[in-house]
């Protein structure tokens, strides 16, 4: 049983520590997975990794701002260029009220001029940039105008797109519909260019990000081919499934609506020339599962997820966090500021942390073809063509550990790969969680507590753990 196996695994590796455990379990056999050759999978944007928050969280007077140094570096700590989204079902229900004063209430946000002012500030001092959402459900196009003038003389060069509305394909479900139902692309399509028409002639030059479906694939596809030049970022959401049905399977194995989903999604944009974006997604819908996305389990699959969309062909993910639709903070939040100030991270933050170690922003992802397959072991490649700089391998297994030659995956030095591992007491574990055997500290930086190198051109991944494998050293933040 999960409860049992997760006992003995912890006990075991707080008893004799790791590297005595992988020494004792090493005696298996080797998996060797191999390059493949021909193309990458894809070329990963510079700016792939990404935040995503309610619009409440703009009028919140301390949470964007550039005197917030710990949530400034935690951000940092993810890369020096990521992208913030804000929106979400709060934006159809936000007004902008350029001189304030402002409100943070999931139905009743009012966002002033300040409010943009402060995020502004905090883009500048993470590098980072943001797409803006516009009230499309329930607001007016007047108001749009005057909000999205304002946000982009703000933001300037920081803003990267701009979104009308969220999740658009539901705007005629419910019982309190936000149009009259039936809604479909048509209705929607003709709505979007009367509003981008009207935008783009106030504000020249203004980029925007569409459609913005809640799991509509079909919208996003239509919307490729019917609005070119109409969009410069297609966009969606996803989520695993639903917080009250949410399991531990889900989360240590592949949906297999997934892949067909990111097929679709990457021939779209292959096929218009306009890159696609994650801009909405996380574990479970409503917020997470309680004892389940805020896990380790949830950071092994955050660390998965944002590799198998960059090699899927995502231009990037935005990981949901704080304060959801319903007012509380979600269970699945990569870093969570309460009302009165205080900053921590959760654990799927730590995934983030090993996706940004593992340098796939920028970087080329390659494919891998295992020799045998093994439903419970993830394996990434990043590098060149012929061969892999950086590897990261999950083993969801929580009894037995893997054995992976590295010179299958021709990494140039494999016998002297510098290993970082993410590593937890057991899946289900709250606290406790480490990268490169370090938590984040109190100022939000974090930096390996010993160096672990490679000697035998092989790795042992332990139970229920992940490793980044790389020929170089692993920078502090």
């Known amino acids: 049983m999960l409860t049992?196996?997760?006992?003995?695994?912890?006990?075991?590796?707080?008893?004799v520590g790791i590297p005595r455990v992988l020494r004792a379990l090493a005696q298996q056999p080797?998996?060797?997975?191999?390059?493949?050759?021909?193309?990458?999978?894809?070329?990963?944007?510079?700016?792939?990794?990404?935040?995503?928050?309610e619009m409440s969280s703009v009028a919140q007077p301390t949470l964007f701002s550039d005197q917030n140094t710990k949530y400034i570096q935690l951000v940092r700590n993810l890369?020096?260029?990521?992208?913030?989204?804000?929106?979400?079902?709060?934006?159809d229900f936000t007004r902008y009220v350029p001189n304030g004063p402002s409100r943070s209430e999931p139905k009743d946000t009012v966002i002033a001029r300040t409010d943009i002012e402060r995020l502004r500030g905090f883009l500048d001092s993470?590098?980072?940039?943001?797409?803006?959402?516009?009230?499309?459900?329930?607001?007016?196009?007047?108001?749009?105008?005057a909000e999205a003038t304002d946000v982009h003389q703000i933001l300037g060069t920081q803003l990267a797109a701009v979104e009308l509305g969220n999740e658009v394909e539901n705007y005629g479900r419910g019982t309190t519909p936000l149009r009259t139902p039936p809604?479909?692309?048509?209705?929607?399509?003709?709505?979007y260019r009367a509003w981008h028409s009207a935008l783009l002639t106030a504000i020249p030059g203004l980029r925007f990000a569409a459609p913005d479906t809640a799991a509509s694939v079909e919208w996003v596809v239509q919307m490729a081919a019917?609005?070119?030049?109409?969009?410069?970022?297609?966009?969606?959401?996803?989520?695993?499934?639903d917080q009250h049905k949410g399991t531990l399977d889900q989360l240590s194995h592949l949906d297999p609506q997934l892949q067909v989903k990111l097929d679709r999604l990457r021939k779209a944009s292959q096929s218009s020339g306009i890159p696609w974006r994650m801009c909405e997604t996380n574990s479970f819908f409503g917020g997470g599962r309680p004892g389940l996305s805020d896990t380790f389990a949830g950071a092994l699959w955050?660390?998965?997820y944002l590799l198998l969309l960059a090699q899927s062909g995502c231009a990037g993910v935005n990981l949901e966090t704080g304060y959801n639709q319903l007012g509380f903070m979600s269970s699945y939040s990569p870093i969570r500021a309460d009302a009165a100030g205080a900053i921590e991270v959760g654990p799927s933050y730590y995934g983030m942390l090993a996706f940004a170690a593992a340098g796939a922003a920028g970087a080329s992802m390659l494919a891998i073809k295992p020799d045998t397959p093994d439903p419970d072991l993830s394996i990434y490649a990043i590098g060149r063509q012929s061969s892999a700089q950086t590897a990261v391998i999950i083993n969801w297994n929580e009894l037995s550990p893997r054995t992976i030659s590295l010179s299958s995956l021709a990494m140039p030095d494999g016998n002297n790969a510098h290993v970082l591992r993410l590593t937890?007491?057991?899946?289900?574990?709250?606290?406790?969680?480490?990268?490169?055997?370090?938590?984040?500290d109190a100022a939000g930086k974090w930096k390996p507590a010993s160096e672990e190198r490679l000697r035998t051109g092989s790795v042992v991944v332990a139970p229920a753990s992940a490793v980044v494998l790389s020929q170089r050293e692993f920078a502090s933040t």
């Not at 006992?7 to 008893?15: E, G, R, Y």
């Not at 007491?425 to 055997?437: A, K, M, N, W």
């Open 226 to 241: 019917d609005a070119p030049g109409d969009v410069q970022l297609l966009t969606t959401h996803y989520y695993r499934g």
């Open 79 to 91: 890369g020096a260029q990521g992208m913030i989204r804000v929106g979400g079902i709060v934006s």
């Open 30 to 53: 080797i998996s060797s997975p191999h390059i493949q050759p021909g193309a990458p999978l894809a070329s990963v944007p510079a700016d792939f990794i990404g935040l995503g928050y």
């Open 4 to 15: 049992r196996r997760t006992f003995l695994q912890s006990t075991i590796l707080a008893s």
């Open 424 to 440: 937890a007491p057991s899946l289900l574990s709250q606290s406790g969680i480490r990268l490169g055997d370090a938590m984040v």
């Open 126 to 145: 993470t590098g980072w940039k943001a797409i803006w959402s516009v009230n499309f459900g329930s607001g007016t196009l007047d108001d749009a105008v």
């Open 302 to 304: 955050t660390l998965n």
């Open 183 to 191: 809604y479909d692309f048509s209705r929607y399509l003709a709505e």
